[in-house]
């Protein structure tokens, strides 16, 4: 089973709410991922997080906020977010070592509007 | 770092024709190569990869080329079907490039597929 779900599936929220994104797998994946994705553009990797532990971010702005509470789930946390925030946000999954660790399962992704 | 380059961006075939995508990336340490197809609304699946020691590997009515002197790669899709579809993209990785595992991909701009009846 190649399955990584993402809830909500949709998310409106005002510019001074605060909400959080949720991803899991059971793949026994150790490396975990966050993207963004406008429209028509490719995805735009945001954070990697491997073991747990997070070891890259690409200059995201801190109203971004990453957790990985366990090997399983991956957090986004959203805070005062901007209309420019708007997209698609997908999460990815991968092992992390061995001749396959470099193969990305992707979650549906959560769409979320910005007001 | 990475430039992966993606043409084209729309292409437009008869159910039962062939579709080519064609990639070029510029890093010469990139070694994996995956496709990705995204339907609307939904995230991308991955459909077929290639690994920069396999010049070509095939599923079923996929296939992938790579030419790794040239630093290009293609996709291609035999008999096409209407759900086929959606927006194909190709990316390029090192393997490994986080400590501890996983990897970084650059992806291509994608290429609108569209098969008419």
């Known amino acids: 089973d190649t399955e990584v779900t993402q809830t909500p599936k949709h998310l409106v929220m005002g510019m001074t709410n605060k909400k959080s994104l949720k991803c899991e797998q059971h793949?026994?994946?150790?490396?975990m991922y966050w993207y963004k994705q406008k429209a028509k553009k490719p995805p735009e990797l945001m954070f990697v997080?491997?073991?747990?532990?997070?070891?890259i971010n690409e200059s995201v702005p801190s109203r971004f906020s990453p957790e990985c509470p366990n090997s399983s789930l991956l957090n986004l946390h959203l805070h005062a977010l901007q209309p420019e925030d708007s997209a698609l946000y997908l999460c990815?999954?991968?092992?992390?070592?061995?001749?396959?660790?470099?193969?990305?399962?992707f979650g549906p992704g959560t769409r979320l509007t910005v007001l | 770092g990475e430039n992966v380059e993606q043409h084209p961006s729309t292409l437009s075939v008869q159910e039962g024709d062939s579709a080519v995508i064609k990639c070029t990336y510029s890093?010469?340490?990139?070694?994996?190569f995956p496709w990705y197809k995204q339907e609307l609304g939904k995230g991308p699946q991955l459909i077929i990869d290639?690994?920069?020691?396999?010049g070509e590997k095939k599923d079923q009515r996929i296939a992938v080329t790579l030419n790794k002197t040239a630093k290009h790669f293609s996709l291609h899709i035999t008999e096409t079907q209407p759900e086929d579809s959606a927006v194909y993209f190709c990316?390029?990785?090192?393997?490994?490039?986080?400590?501890?595992?996983?990897?970084?991909?650059?992806f291509g701009t994608g290429t609108q597929l569209k098969v008419e009846l």
């Open positions: 793949m026994g994946h150790r490396a």
């Open positions: 890093d010469s340490a990139s070694n994996y």
């Open positions: 997080y491997s073991y747990e532990k997070l070891s």
């Open positions: 990316a390029a990785s090192p393997r490994y490039v986080v400590t501890g595992g996983g990897n970084k991909l650059t």
């Open positions: 290639i690994r920069s020691n396999v």
């Open positions: 990815a999954s991968s092992s992390s070592g061995g001749p396959r660790g470099a193969t990305q399962y």
